[in-house]
C-alpha cells in the first residue's frame, strides 16, 4: 500500500538545470554555452526581427491608418434583429428597450457608450427605445411603425470628473474667502 508521504517522482523524471559559467571542467565554463562575443553571447541584447545592420522588413512596409482613441464604442443593434427578438419573445414590446433588455436578449454585445440602432430590416411592432444614437432611417421606421426613439446623452466618465474637479475647486476657494 502506497502513502502519501511516500509519493515521489520515478527516477531521472525530474532534472535539474545545468549551472553554467562555474569553470572549465564543468563542461559550461568560460562562456557559459553561448559561444563566444557578438549580440548573441550577450545577456537581453539578441533583438528579434533585426536583419544585420539592413532596415528591418516591418520598418520597410509602409504605415496605414490610424486608431482614434476619441472613438465611442457602440453596441450596433439593427432593427430585422429587435423584430425576431420580439417575435421569439426574448424583448418585451411593451417596456422601454434599452442597453440592459438588448444586452439580456443578447443582441447588444459590448458597447461602453451605449447602443446605437440602425435601420436594417423591417419593424412592425410599437416598439419605445431608448438609446445611445439611432440613424436617421431607424428613427423613421420606429415612428412609422408608431413607436418613439429617446437619444440619451452619455458622458464620458473624464468629462464628469473634470465636472466634479471642477465643482470641488469651486467650493474650496468659496471655503476659503469665507
Known sequence: MTKLNELNDNAGARKGRMRVGRGIGSGKGKTAGRGQKGAKARSGV???????????????????????IFAKDFAIVNL???????????????????HAALKAA????????GVRLLAKGDLTVKVSFLVAGASKGAVEAVEK????????????????????????????KAAAKA
Open 46 to 68: 539578441s533583438i528579434n526581427g533585426f536583419e544585420g545592420g539592413q532596415m528591418p522588413l516591418h520598418m520597410r512596409l509602409p504605415k496605414r491608418g490610424f486608431n482614434n
Open 80 to 98: 430585422g434583429a429587435v423584430q425576431k427578438a420580439i417575435d421569439a419573445g426574448k424583448l418585451d414590446a411593451n417596456a422601454t428597450i434599452d
Open 106 to 113: 443578447a443582441l447588444a454585445r459590448g458597447g461602453k457608450d
Open 145 to 172: 411603425a408608431g413607436g418613439k426613439v429617446d437619444v440619451i446623452e452619455v458622458v464620458p466618465a473624464a468629462e464628469k470628473a473634470k465636472a466634479k474637479k471642477g465643482t470641488a475647486l469651486a467650493a474650496k
